[in-house]
């Protein structure tokens, strides 16, 4: 007999997987593809902690599990180490990011290697390699070909550590998403992906999606469909007019005031000083450019400039708090469309200029944010709802329209599409659905990314590099830091900027923003399919078979970054013919996260737990299995050292038990038990139960002297998934030659487990005594039915002091004592 030594057996087995690809389905051939994916990691620091092995050794299970259970499971692994993350790492031990991304490779990898997942290690994927973010380029190119890429000058989020812009995704609460300081706004021309054009179909797919429903329910409310209608104000005095986007028609008659964003192209007509400065490149904003400046008053000019300047600064999340309102009188009045009052426009910065249109009818009795402003700036507060009291705050709630004309009576909600259609019918409104999602920002003024392929001709403006020309290498400089001055470290490279226009062959410059990393991050799962990667992104009829992806496992906090990217571009690719799905994901599913002394395991909490000790002192198949016994994989659970050991002594008696087994009878009740709870618990990622339920049978069958080698195969097969180098190993012993994990995952019979009771008639000397009732699996066991019969009450009555002369056991029927 061996002990069970995990240092001798995990290696080993971890080189012959590979060597004889194992885990390497073919691609072409396959016959019952399943894609099992995991969210690839970002190498940004001294390694993979507990917490990233705990994901991937979840998913890993579910893969191992598919593939014992007949299916081609093809998990591949990669590395998303282009981006801020790893650069910031990069910057913080002081080394160039190219030369820290192949030290992080290596040693990523090798842990990867060594936590024994069935990954295809012939198929990997980095972002940061030319070969594969020429393709991330390309993807670019496309969207641009489409109209889905723009340039525009915009407020977006900057951080002020970090020295780049944000997309709104990766703002939290106001906070930077990397690095935790607080976003400022900043006026920047920037590339964006048009994903507001597929919010629709974003929204109205994700009730099909097999996903965690938390996740399906943050995208929702970042998407945020709104049903309302855009309603035209007449300035009279200019002759111009402002547009308000309103959920609330109903309270067309309450509106006593308008309030435009400080970005709002009206304000911007007003303070700009001449009409030279108004005309901009944007035509929705050239409608203002006509205001007679004269009708202006410089004081009040003076007073909008500081205000929208004042503003400028404060981040959305500040502004949309519910702090003390604040805003400036325009000077002029709009007219309500319904009944023809005039009422004041103000500028606040309370309304948004991302959203709707910039602008809103302010309706103070049933807006709250409404409400406070009037009280603020004194200005008229109109019931137009009732049923509430609007005396100390805004009624919000529903009720019967008063005060309003011809709508008296109409009661809201219901009401609100009467009221759209009878404004349509007069021409002072439109129905309008928005959406709050906004157009995803992808440019960032950084270094470490994929160069954006664009250039830029003063006279034939933005084009992109030709696709033979791809990829524009990322310039390899002394200096990368970030500047903070709104341009990344390219734009001082002479030799990168200046080129010559696809199009005229006059000098031009290149683009010198890099992409996000949640660009790379988008696709990377069509890439795994390609061999031939010089010549095309991904390899279009292995996307038809092995795509959309059958199983993808990772965390919630990607739910609106990189799922929703995902999902966008994967449509993109749809629309333009590539692939002929449009969700990249039929399954989702996230899983908990790690928690050590009472936070969520993180470099920035400083609780970060190393895998390798761990896997030095017990080996990688203890911390699987000890991982995965923690808790519901959906929940996540508390990392102690101490589980660690038990975990250890389970797996050393396993062995013991195993290299016991005999030619010896089966438990066969036992097994089958465990064969289902097994399956069911796995197949729904239950792995915590699963492994109690190993215990379980453990513990019965460890009562056996020997066990039989039957029991020893199926209970090996079950562990597999979650000890895939020691059961390899016992496998073997018994006497196998292919592996365990291509073996099919034993069945269960479902008729046996039935645990169905069964009454049986018990009588003594022929005369009905009582009834017994046993489980129908011991009714042919005629000892414990006369040990039960004996148990009865009236029966025992008639038994005793008498002796049994005669048992007659019919089988599940009737048990009859002659007595002497
Ligand atoms: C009048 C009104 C009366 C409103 C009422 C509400 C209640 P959602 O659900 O988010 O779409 N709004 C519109 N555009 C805005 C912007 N750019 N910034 C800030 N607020 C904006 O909300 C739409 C409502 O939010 C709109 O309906 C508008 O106020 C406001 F009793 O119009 B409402
Ligand atoms: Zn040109």
């Known amino acids: 007999m061996n002990q069970y030594n995990p240092s001798e057996i ?16 073919d691609l072409d051939k396959a016959k019952n593809p399943f894609f099992n994916l995991m969210m690839f990691p970002y190498p940004s620091a001294e390694g993979m902690h507990v917490g990233n092995m705990y994901a991937f050794t979840g998913a890993d299970v579910y893969g191992r599990f598919q593939r014992m259970s007949g299916n081609d499971v093809f998990e591949p692994i990669g590395l998303d180490g282009f981006g801020i993350h790893s650069e910031n790492y990069a910057l913080k031990v002081g080394r160039h990011p190219a030369e820290q991304a192949e030290i992080s490779e290596k040693n990523f990898y090798r842990q990867l290697h060594s936590i024994g997942n069935s990954y295809d290690w012939n198929r990997t994927v980095e972002t940061y390699k030319p070969e594969y973010y ?6 670019f190119i496309q969207l641009f070909n489409a109209g889905l890429a723009y340039k525009k000058k915009a407020p977006v989020n900057f951080c002020p550590k970090d020295l780049t812009v944000l997309a709104d995704e990766q703002v939290e609460g106001g906070l930077c998403e990397r690095c935790g300081s607080v976003v400022e706004k900043r006026e920047l021309e920037q590339w964006f992906f048009k994903i507001t054009d597929y919010a629709e179909k974003l929204l109205g797919n994700i009730e099909g999606l097999n996903w965690t429903e938390k996740v399906k329910i943050a995208q929702r409310n970042w998407i945020g469909r709104s049903e309302g209608a855009v309603i035209s104000f007449e300035i009279p005095q200019l002759d111009c007019q402002i547009n308000v986007f309103t959920t609330r028609p109903d309270t067309l008659f309450g509106a006593t005031f308008l309030v435009l964003s400080p970005e709002h192209p009206f304000i911007k007509a007003l303070i700009s000083q001449n009409a030279e400065n108004q ?31 004042k503003s400028q600064n404060k981040s959305e999340d500040e502004r949309k708090e519910n702090k003390e309102k604040s805003g400036v009188f325009t000077g002029f009045n709009a007219v309500n469309p319904v009944n023809g009052e005039e009422i004041p426009v103000w500028v606040s910065d309370y309304v948004l200029s991302g959203y709707g249109t910039g602008a809103i009818m302010a309706v103070p009795a049933h807006d709250e944010r409404d409400f406070e402003f009037a009280k603020k700036f004194d200005l008229p507060i109109k019931e137009v709802i009732g049923g509430g009291d609007i005396r100390a705050k805004a009624y919000e709630g529903d009720g019967e329209i008063i005060n309003s004309q011809d709508w008296n009576g109409w009661k809201t909600p219901e009401s609100i599409s009467k009221v759209i259609s009878w404004l349509e019918e007069k021409g002072l409104g439109k129905k309008q659905i928005n959406y709050h999602l906004r157009d995803w920002l992808i440019s960032r003024q950084r270094y470490w990314g994929p160069p954006i392929p664009m250039i830029h001709c003063e006279k034939c403006g933005w084009n992109p590099v030709p696709e033979e020309d791809l990829p524009v290498l990322l310039p390899e400089v002394e200096d990368y830091k970030p500047k903070g001055n709104g341009k990344s470290p390219l734009a001082n490279i002479e030799s990168f900027v200046s080129t010559t226009c696809p199009k005229c062959g006059g000098e031009a410059k290149r683009e010198t923003d ?7 991050s988008c696709w990377y799962f069509f890439r795994y399919t390609s061999t031939d990667i010089e010549n095309n ?10 795509l959309p992806v059958n199983m993808y496992i990772g965390g919630a906090e990607h739910s609106v970054l990189h799922l929703l990217y995902a999902r966008f571009i994967t449509m993109v690719l749809h629309d333009l013919k590539f692939i002929d799905f449009e969700e990249p994901f039929s399954r989702f599913f996230a899983h908990g996260l790690i928690i050590k002394d009472g936070a969520k395991m993180s470099k920035s909490k400083g609780n970060v737990i190393v895998p390798d000790q761990y896997i030095a002192k017990f080996g990688a198949d203890t911390l699987r299995c000890y991982l995965m016994f923690l808790g519901p994989f959906s929940a996540g659970g508390d990392f102690r050292d101490s589980g660690m050991e038990g975990m250890n002594r389970f797996l050393k008696r396993v062995w013991k038990m195993i290299e016991s087994a005999a030619d010896v009878d089966s438990d066969s009740q036992m097994l089958n038990k465990t064969v289902k709870k097994v399956t069911e618990d796995v197949s729904e990622l239950r792995y915590n139960t699963a492994i109690a339920g190993l215990m379980e049978c453990y513990n019965a069958l460890s009562k ?37 994990h291509l073996q099919n995952w034993p069945k269960f019979d479902e008729g046996a487990l039935v645990e169905n009771e069964i009454n049986i008639a018990v009588s003594v000397n022929g005369k009905a005594r009582g009834v017994i009732m046993v489980s129908a699996d011991r009714v042919d066991d005629q000892n414990f039915i006369e040990q039960k019969a004996k148990e009865n009450a009236n029966v025992s009555k008639f038994l005793d002091g008498v002796s049994v002369a005669k048992v007659i056991y019919v089988p599940g029927k009737i048990i009859n004592f002659v007595t002497k």
């Open 279 to 309: 005309k901009t490149s944007n035509d929705t904003e050239d409608i203002y450019s006509d205001i007679d400046i004269q009708k202006i008053d410089t004081k009040i000019r003076k007073e909008l400039s500081e205000y929208v300047k």
């Open 134 to 139: 020429h393709w991330t380029q390309w993807l």
């Open 514 to 520: 890099v992409s996000d990393s949640f660009v790379d």
């Open 10 to 25: 995990e290696k080993k087995w971890q080189e012959k997987w590979e060597k004889a690809k194992v885990f390497s389905p």
């Open 704 to 740: 056996k002297d020997k066990i039989s080698k039957e029991e020893a195969k199926v209970f090996l097969k079950l562990l597999a998934p979650f000890a895939p180098h020691m059961t390899e190993e016992l496998w073997e012993k018994l006497g196998e030659t292919e592996s365990i």
């Open 537 to 546: 992104a991904f390899d279009i009829e292995r996307v038809k078979k092995w």
